[in-house]
């Protein structure tokens, strides 16, 4: 077994994958850019090396820098987490060559992967369903538009090295086909320098599902079930839960078996997930393969009960899978929200700047995978999420009130966040008859834009007073140190002072 392992990576999931290493008695090496030197992974590692200014260029996507300090810290393994280097083939093989494990797929299978027709055309020797259209870039025009009346539109281009919705084009008559390939082929070349596109029946408001998978050194690969992530805006996710509220146990089996079908087509070793397009009849159709550890892996991790990071750690040592796909069971409910540092009441634009108070949910069925601590400086340079708060209930209807409960709890003073947004959503009709699809998010944004503008930054008015209040409170009371923050310790009736000023300041709220 490892006995250190480098994170090259930031944020939450450094922190996330640090806490497996320590729990698995592994010594944690993390880097930092010079804006990170007093964040949350560097405070927690065993071992902290700079590795220079905040670009991400210049540091968490510099291969020779990490590589560096892999070679002086003596690091046996390198955990990517997910985005910078997590799916670059480059830095899997170059670890490789260093003598590094990397703790995720082999670069053969990520280069598999890595292009949506390569992928396709795997998919075609192994019968895996896929949308129909081309798996191989368009040559020109007159091919497309022969193609788009084969599978009738509406139809979409997409960019063959594309994700995230870039260089992708819905086209829904002939006579708008020519531009939009144009534009997709530029949007394509000026993205990721590669401007093949190719065409895809659309599906119409479909739903994003996707589902985990886990492949160990000696050929055995598993499903650990689905993750409904079709709340998304412009292509980012939002919210995620699981398990998906239209699969159905014979609906899971399926699925399941085409992913393990992609994983072992590719040669997968590690954990990885494929992703689907599900249409309103529930028929569901391959879309890409992702070769990383997801964000939202813990609401697999909830309702599983198993800890992915450690079960990764193990299968880069070479271990077997510890339980085979008649051993996996899914129990109850969980759902993700992505709490980041934007602004609702202006477009959801960054917000950076120091965080001055930070009220954090706690008790049954909830877990916080946290990136940030109070009085830490969020940096403009990065990705803005700070954390995820995820909830556990027995059943989806449980979930949704106890993540309510917790987001009640949940303050993040000197800086705006995306709370309110969860709120909102928790509470919405159609949310709660689980009515989703990868339109939802923007139909319900445009719906409550005309009514609930102006909400305080972490929810609605009511909330943002019992905060001043609590902030107030905290001012005088902080000061003799018998308030605690979160509710841990420092008490001195007993129980937790935070409780009582916080029943004490809503009550008199109430009362007013
Ligand atoms: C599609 C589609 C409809 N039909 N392909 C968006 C980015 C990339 N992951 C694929 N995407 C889509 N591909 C066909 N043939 C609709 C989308 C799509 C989408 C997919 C998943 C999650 C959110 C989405 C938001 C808009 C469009």
């Given at each position: 077994m490892f006995k250190k392992i480098l994170i090259a990576n930031r944020g939450e999931i450094a922190v996330r994958v640090l806490r497996a290493c320590h729990e698995m008695g592994i010594a944690a090496v993390v880097v930092y850019s010079d804006v990170d030197r007093a964040s949350l992974h560097v405070r927690k590692a065993d071992e902290a090396y700079p590795i220079g200014p905040a670009a991400a260029s210049e540091s968490y996507l510099n291969i020779q820098k990490i590589l560096d300090v892999a070679a002086r810290s003596g690091a046996d393994a390198i955990h990517?987490?997910?985005?910078?280097?997590?799916?670059?083939?480059?830095?899997?093989?170059?670890?490789?060559?260093?003598?590094?494990?990397?703790?995720?797929?082999?670069?053969?299978?990520?280069?598999?992967?890595?292009?949506?027709?390569?992928a396709r055309q795997a998919m075609e020797r192994t019968g895996v369903p896929f949308v129909p259209g081309t798996s191989r870039g368009l040559e020109s025009f007159e091919q497309a538009a022969q193609v788009a009346e084969q599978i009738g539109y509406p139809v979409m281009l997409k960019a063959a090295a594309g994700g995230g919705g870039k260089g992708m084009r819905l086209v829904h008559a002939e006579a708008d086909l020519k531009s939009a390939l144009d534009a997709a082929r530029s949007e394509a070349e000026r993205s990721f320098g590669d401007s093949e596109v190719y065409i895809e029946k659309a599906i119409l408001n479909p739903r994003h599902i996707e589902m985990q998978v886990l492949a160990d050194e000696h050929g055995n690969t598993v499903y650990l079930g689905e993750r409904e992530c079709s709340l998304q805006r412009r292509h980012q996710k939002v919210m995620e839960e699981a398990p998906s509220p239209i699969v159905d146990a014979e609906m899971r089996r399926r699925m399941g078996e085409v992913a393990v079908r992609v994983a072992e087509a590719a040669h997968y070793t590690n954990a990885g997930t494929v992703e689907f397009l599900v249409d309103q009849e529930r028929n569901f159709y391959f879309l890409e393969m992702n070769t990383r550890l997801q964000v939202e892996h813990p609401v697999t991790e909830l309702i599983t009960g198993l800890d992915l990071v450690h079960l990764q750690i193990r299968i880069a040592a070479g271990e077997k899978l510890p339980f085979g796909q008649e051993e996996v069971r899914i129990r109850g409910h969980a759902m993700e929200c992505r709490i980041y540092a934007e602004d609702p009441d202006n477009n959801y634009f960054p917000s950076p700047g120091k965080i001055t108070l930070l009220l954090t949910p706690s008790g049954p069925g909830i877990r916080r995978d946290s990136g940030v601590y109070e009085g830490w400086h969020v940096p403009i340079d990065y990705d803005p999420l700070l954390a995820k708060l995820i909830g556990y209930g027995t059943d989806r209807t449980q979930t949704i009130s106890r993540l309510t409960r917790a987001l009640n709890e949940y303050f993040v003073g000197g800086i705006k966040t995306n709370i309110s947004l969860f709120r909102r959503i928790l509470r919405d009709a159609d949310f709660q008859a689980a009515e989703l699809d990868t339109g939802f998010l923007d139909r319900m944004l445009k719906r409550s834009d005309a009514g609930e503008k102006g909400q305080d930054q972490n929810g609605d008015a009511r909330a943002a007073e019992v905060a001043a209040i609590a902030a107030g409170m905290f001012a005088v009371l902080g000061a003799s140190d018998s308030v605690s923050r979160n509710g841990a310790g420092g008490s001195t009736s007993g129980k937790s002072d935070t409780d009582s000023n916080w029943k004490a300041a809503s009550r008199r709220e109430a009362l007013q």
């Open positions: 990517p987490g997910y985005g910078f280097l997590s799916e670059n083939a480059k830095f899997a093989q170059a670890c490789a060559d260093a003598g590094v494990k990397f703790i995720g797929p082999t670069a053969a299978a990520m280069e598999a992967m890595g292009s949506k027709t390569r």
